[in-house]
């Protein structure tokens, strides 16, 4: 997993052929993110994805839930 630990946040940028595809993938994180009941906070310019993960209910620590997401978003792409 090559997500980076910073300011208590995993963190991780996707680049993708075009907007499309970055869109697409974008959609497949947010039905992801409903089945973990755990939701990024990111962004998207044209073919990139930014995804930064924390828990708020833990006072914005990175915790297993993110652990969990990062690892099943990365499956996403595998």
């Known amino acids: 997993m090559d997500w980076k630990e910073t300011n208590n946040q995993l963190q ?3 680049t993708f052929k075009d907007f499309s595809e ?3 993938f974008m959609t ?3 039905f992801l993110a409903e089945q973990h009941q755990h939701h990024p906070n990111w962004s998207n310019v044209w073919n990139t994805v930014e995804i930064a993960l924390t828990t708020h209910d833990t006072g914005n620590t990175i915790t297993e839930k993110d652990r969990k997401l ?3 978003i990365d ?3 595998a």
């Open 28 to 30: 497949r994180v947010a």
């Open 75 to 77: 499956e996403l792409i």
């Open 70 to 72: 990062a690892k099943a």
């Open 22 to 24: 970055a869109f697409a």
């Open 12 to 14: 991780k940028t996707f």
